[in-house]
T-cell receptor, first 115, second 115 residues
Framework: DTEVTQTPKHLVMGMTNKKSLKCEQH?????MYWYKQKAKKPPELMFV???????INESVPSRFSPECPNSSLLNLHLHALQPEDSALYLC??????????????FGAGTRLSVL | DAKTTQPTSMDCAEGRAANLPCNHS???????VYWYRQIHSQGPQYIIH???NNETNEMASLIITEDRKSSTLILPHATLRDTAVYYC????????????????FGQGTILTVHP
């Protein structure tokens, strides 16, 4: 089973709302990732968690707050977003983040619209 | 990580081989070539990766030139379901040399398979 499950699939929120995106994997992977993908652009890395600790933050604004409650779950908390934050948010996981043979498995994404 | 150059788009007839080129002329000795694809409205999917030898798996073959400055992904019998954006990514060690770095997606090649 190489499934990464993301919920919700679609989310519409106002600029004053607080919402959370969720990601779950049961492959025993110890690295998890958040990517952002704007329309017709490639995915861009936002955060990497390795062994439940934040290892990479790609200078993401603080209105995006990641959380890794355990090795199977990854959340992205959203607060005071802007319309330009509307995008497809992708979660991925891999056995660990630093090996060359490390393969990332992606979820289907959450399509976020900020009004 | 080395930059990659791919054609913007390619067409292929169903049942024929699809050959997707990638130029990575600045690749260094410890950098690997990865291929991912993204079918519309889905997350990226790992296809294959290699260092200098040709590689084959159930999805595709990867041919890397002897000087490692370019590579070709081959889908031997393309189907309509292979229509996707194909990303060629070069991944190397972090500055400290202790681990491998993040995946950085370029613009990719839009492959359209026609009936």
């Amino acid at each position: 089973d190489t499934e990464v499950t993301q919920t919700p699939k679609h989310l519409v929120m106002g600029m004053t709302n607080k919402k959370s995106l969720k990601c779950e994997q049961h492959m025993g992977h110890r690295a998890m990732y958040w990517y952002k993908q704007k329309a017709k652009k490639p995915p861009e890395l936002m955060f990497v968690y390795s062994y439940e600790k934040l290892s990479i933050n790609e200078s993401v604004p603080s209105r995006f707050s990641p959380e890794c409650p355990n090795s199977s779950l990854l959340n992205l908390h959203l607060h005071a977003l802007q319309p330009e934050d509307s995008a497809l948010y992708l979660c991925a996981s891999s056995q660990e983040s630093s090996g060359i043979g490390d393969i990332q498995y992606f979820g289907a994404g959450t399509r976020l619209s900020v009004l | 990580d080395a930059k990659t150059t791919q054609p913007t788009s390619m067409d292929c007839a169903e049942g024929r081989a699809a050959n997707l080129p990638c130029n990575h002329s600045t690749i260094s000795g410890n950098e690997y070539v990865y291929w991912y694809r993204q079918i519309h409205s889905q997350g990226p999917q790992y296809i294959i990766h290699g260092l200098k030898n040709n590689e084959t798996n159930e999805m595709a073959s990867l041919i890397i030139t002897e000087d490692r400055k370019s590579s070709t992904l081959i889908l031997p019998h393309a189907t309509l379901r292979d229509t996707a954006v194909y990303y060629c990514i070069v991944r190397g060690r972090n500055a400290g040399g202790t681990s491998y770095g993040k995946l950085t997606f370029g613009q990719g090649t839009i492959l359209t398979v026609h009936p």
